[in-house]
């Protein structure tokens, strides 16, 4: 009855070992100016950081990023590796959304006096690329 004339027919083709090899870690030619003595191509970027701790020892943190975009993150002050909630596109919006996260993953219902205000802070990131 269904005559189904497709078939998954995938025959991967073969990759040639030694065909990524064009890559060139040392194209640097785009850089600017002030590292012409470093063999290591970064960017500098001054961005701005707010964070503030909670009675429950967990941290809210807001950073912006080279993008213009701001990574919103909750958790334990003695969290590691640390990755984003969220991404906002403004830091009010990253505030916010940091809030609800605090209160979604700790159960942090209310801030007491105990948890501290934003505090801003600005910090001169390297980004290799
Ligand atoms: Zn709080």
Redesign the pocket.
Known sequence: MSARQRRARSAPAERVPGELEHLDPLETDELEADSESSSFPLRSFSLLVWS?R???DWVTIVCEQPDGTFAVIAAPVTARNVTPDDIATTAGIGKVTAEQT?REKSG?A???PA?EAWQERRELVMVAR
């Open positions: 503030a909670h009675d429950n605090l942090h209310h801030c007491s948890c």
